[in-house]
Structures are given as C-alpha cells and as structure tokens.
Antibody
Framework: EVQLVQSGGGLVQPGGSLRLSCVAS????????INWVRQAPGKGLEWLSY????????KYANSVKGRFTASRDSPRNSVFLQMSSLTAEDSATYYC??????????????WGQGILVTVSS | QSALTQPPSASGSPGQSVTISCTGT?????????VSWYQQHPGKVPKLLIF???KRPSGVPDRFSGSKSGNTASLTVSGLQAEDEADYYC???????????FGSGTKVSVL
C-alpha cells in the first residue's frame, strides 16, 4: 500500500526538542519532494517546510526558520523534521505530505496520518 | 507569511452550487498558476481537489472546478452533496520569499 507513516510526536516541555519521522511505503521517497504542514487545534493549515529531491537546502516558513530542520534519509525511505526551541504556539498536528509528480507546485497528493505535538510544562 | 484570505463560511442546499474565493497578492496567487484546493473533513487528512488552478487529480469528481482572475482564485462545488460538508483550503506558491502559503480556510455547510 502506498502510504506515509508518521511517528515521533508527543508531549514536550517549552524550549525542548522533538524529531518527527515520516516513512514511505509502496514508493520511493527519493523521487518526490516532501512538505511538512501543521494544524493547530481548531485552526487552519500552515505550511512549514519543503524538502527538495536533489538535495538543495530546504525551504522554511518564517515561523519555524532557524528552529526546524527538515532532512531525508533515502536508504531508509524516510524524511524527518527536527524541531527545537519549541513553544506552546508549536502545539499542533504535524503532517508530512508528498508533492505530486508532474505538478508545478503545492500539490500534495499523499499525506501522512498526522502526529500530535503538544508543548506544555 | 500571511495566509491567503478565504471567507470563513459558505453554504448551499443540496444540488446547488457554492463558490469559495481565495484572495492573495500579485506575489503569490497572481504571480503563478500554482493554486491548489484541499478538502478536509473533521478529524481527517486533507485531500487534494484541484491543482495548478483548474486541474483535477484522478478520482476527483468534475463537480469540483477551479479558476483564477488576477489575485483571486476560486473553487466552485456544483451539485452540492451532503458529503461536501467540510473545510476547504486554498494554497499557492509565493516565490522565494513566501514559498508556499495556505488560505485561512472556509467551512462549507450543506443546508
């Protein structure tokens, strides 16, 4: 089955760090750009990061630039989002999302199941 | 990055049409034909409905259509059905300074 399976969420204290994982099955992640998107409880979607296939430096939203780092591990068919200096405003459900082939941009045709991150003391 | 502007809510009766607007700027919606629309039911993962302004992925009914004029993109849902009741989000590419941005979201109710 073609899917993205996420892990790594949970409760973290303010100022702490967390690493989210997104593992692909049924296809090779090395052929796809991957984005990270989050959604705070009851709120809208917020784009966070774009991870190039060719290894170019990822793009980040201003809200997370300098605190979040996106990376990929092609042999493990995985992408990661390393989050640091977390605040309560980072509490949200985080999604990894695959960008559709033959699309010029922002076309996420496959999403992970979402993983909840809660930043609280 | 500021979110693209969508009306908070829209509604229609079964069989009717509803159109949702997505207003950006000449740097995002107006600059590129990279506007997408997503449908999200409560507690579910977003689903891609429209990409590149007016293209539908395989499996999306042709009741869903997209368009763009200037800095405003639109999603029209024709022949409203009960299962269309959901949140809808637009997204656009904004160039190097505002790479991708989502709209604020519109809750569609089927009366």
């Amino acid at each position: 089955e073609v899917q993205l399976v996420q892990s790594g969420g949970g409760l973290v204290q303010p100022g702490g760090s967390l690493r989210l994982s997104c593992v692909a099955s049924g296809f090779s992640l090395s052929s796809y750009e991957i984005n990270w998107v989050r959604q705070a409880p009851g709120k809208g979607l917020e784009w966070l990061s774009y991870n190039y296939v060719d290894g170019s430096p990822p793009k980040y939203a201003n809200s997370v630039k300098g605190r979040f780092t996106a990376s990929r591990d092609s042999p493990r068919n995985s992408v990661f989002l390393q989050m640091s200096s977390l605040t309560a405003e980072d509490s949200a459900t985080y999604y990894c999302a695959r960008e559709m082939l033959a699309c010029g941009g922002d076309c996420y045709d496959l999403w992970g199941q979402g993983i909840l991150v809660t930043v609280s003391s | 990055q500021s979110a693209l502007t969508q009306p908070p809510s829209a509604s229609g009766s079964p069989g009717q049409s509803v159109t949702i607007s997505c207003t950006g700027t000449s740097s995002d919606v107006g600059a590129y034909n990279f506007v997408s629309w997503y449908q999200q039911h409560p507690g579910k993962v977003p689903k891609l409905l429209i990409f590149e302004v007016n293209k539908r992925p395989s499996g999306v009914p042709d009741r869903f259509s997209g368009s763009k004029s200037g800095n405003t993109a639109s999603l029209t849902v024709s022949g409203l059905q009960a299962e269309d009741e959901a949140d809808y989000y637009c997204s656009a590419h904004g160039g190097s300074n505002n790479f991708y941005v989502f709209g604020s979201g519109t809750k569609v109710s089927v009366l």
